[in-house]
C-alpha cells in the first residue's frame, strides 16, 4: 500500500456568492495521506467509492456571521459530504480494513477520519452500495424522521411534496403512501412528473414550471386542503401553499432549495395562515434522528427487497465531474438522487 | 320594561381597505329589540356593560375570498365582539335574569342573543367586570393557552413577547414570570416600556421605534438566545427575530398585528432559520382552549386575588368613543388592554 499515491479531490475556491458555479471549485490532484494508520492513531483512512451531492452544501459554501448547524467550508479546503467507503486501514477498535461505512468523508479518493465514531456500519452490502448515500443513508433518514417524526401522518392525510423526484422527495411520497395518505408531488419537468406518477406511485404530479398559478394549481390537487406539506424548496412555493392547508396542517421545514442561490430571500407574505389554521411549521434535520438510523435501515432495506419502494438515482462518473453534478441541484436538471461514483469496486 | 327603548350602536359602514378610519364605523340609534324572550324561544337578551377592542376584528372588516375563522363582518350590520353582560330575559335553561355573563355580543346597548350555549358565566363578580373583556375574558385564555399548550415554556427558558403591555403581552410575560422564565418585552413607547419594567415585573424592555436594528437589539437583550417567542405584530419583527432563536425555540404564533392593515403584507426573509435551528412555529386560536377556561379563571382570579398579576386596562366610555378606541389598537396609542364602558352598574 503507497503512501505516495495520488489523490485527486474538489476544492471549494472562494466563497460564494449568487449563483453556484463550476468556477467557485477546483479539481486538484494532490498526494495522498499515508493510507496507514500511525501506531496509536484511532483514525481510520478509508478509500471513498460515492460520495453525495446534497443541496444543503450550497449553504456551506457561503461564510457565515453567525456559526450555522454545520461549518462553512473553507476556500482552498476539500468539499466534504456524505459518502460510501472501504476502510483500508483502522487504528480504531470499531473498525477493521475492509469495512464498508458510510458517513462524512471528502470529496477525494482517500480521506482520513479522525473521528470515527460518525461513521456507521454498513448492513445490508448486497444492496447496492450507493444507496447508502441515498434511500439508505442520510437523505433515507431525512425522509423518515421528517415524515413521521415531524409531521406526524395518519392514514388518509393529504400530503403534499415539493422537489418530489429529489432525493428525499420521492422517498417521503412513498413511506406516506404506504400509510395511505393521498400524495401529489411537484417538480420541475415533465419526466420527473412522469416518474412521480408511475414509478413512484404517487396519486398526481405536476410541473411547477407550467403553473402560472401555484396557488390555484393546488387548490385544483386538493380541493379538501393539504394536512401535511413537506417542504423542500421554500419562498413562492410556501406561500402559495399556506392558503391551503387544512386546520390544524403540518409543515415539515427540510429545506429551502429556491432560496439558497439568492443573496436576498424572496419574503413569504402568507404567515398569517399560521394563525387562522392553526398550522404548525416544525424544521428538523437529520443529525437529530441519528440514533434511529440502524432500525430505519432495517426497515427501509426490507422495503427496497421486498420491492415496496423504488428508487432512482443520477449518477456520474468520477470527481471531474463532481462539481457539475452539484450544480445540477440547483438546476433542476438531475433526475432522481445525484450523486458521483468515485470508485466502482 | 319598555320594548320601545332605543339601542345605539356601532356598525360597520363598508368593507375596509388599508388602514382602518373613524370612516368606516358609524354610531346610529335605532330601536331596541323586544326586551323580553318571546315564549318558546331558547335566546336571551343582555343588556351590554363592556366591550372589548381585539385586534382580529380588523381581519372581519375585509371581505375574504375564501372563508376564515370567523365571518366577515357584514357592512350595514352591528359590529360584534367579546363583551360583559348582564342577562335581563332568558328563555334558555342555564339562563336567568340578572345573571352576569361573558361572550360573543353586539356593540350596543342590547342584543338578543340566539345561541347562548355559546356564553361562559362569572364566577368572580367581586373582580372589576371589565376584567372579564381581558385578563378574565378571551385574552386571558388566550395568552394561557399559548404560552402553556403551544410554546411549552421550561423554567429558565429565554422568552421574548412582543406588543408586550397590550392585553395578551402583560398576561403572558407575568406568566412566564411566575413559573420561573427570564422575560423581555417590546413596546412602542417608553410610557409602555416603563409598564412593563415596574408594574409587570419583565426582566427588561424595550422600545421598538427606537431600536433602528431590532435584530442586534434582540442580541443584546438575549446574548443566549430567544427559546420561545409569544408572536403577537409579525412582519419585520419576526425576521428580527428568527435569527436569534435558540436551538429547538418555540413560536406561539398569537397575531400579526402590523401586518392587518396592509394590503400586501410583509415578506418574512429568514425563515430558512426554522431549518437550521429545528423551530416549531405554531398558530393557534383560542376558541381551541374553551374547555379549559373555566380551570383558567379560577388561576387567574387566585392570582388577582393574591396580587400576583398585576393588569392595566385603558378604558373609553360609551359606544360614541368605541371607533376611535378600537383604532387605537393600530396607532399603540392604548396603554394596556383597550375596552368600551357601555354601561356602568
Redesign the interface.
Known sequence: MAATASNKRVILKRYVTGFLSEDDMEVVTTEAPPLAVPAGSEAVVVKNLYVSCDPYMRNRMTRHE?P??VPDFVPGEVLANFGVMRVISSGHPDFKAGDLVWGITGWEEYTVINNPESLFRINHPKLPLSYYTGILGMPGLTAYAGFFEVSKPKKGDYVFISAASGAVGQIVGQLAKIIGCYVVGSAGSDEKVSLLKTKFGFNDAFNYRKEPDLKAALRRYFPEGIDIYFENV?GET?DAVL?NMRLGGRIA????IS?YNLE??????????????????????VF?FYDKYYQFEEEMARYLKEGKVAYVEDVVEGLDAAPAALIKLFTGRNVGKQLVAIARE
Open positions: 453567525m450555522s448547524y421554500g410556501l392558503p421545514a427540510c429545506g429551502m432560496q436576498w430571500p424572496e419574503g413569504v407574505k402568507n404567515l398569517f395562515y399560521i394563525v387562522t389554521k392553526r398550522l404548525r411549521m416544525e424544521g428538523f434535520l437529530d
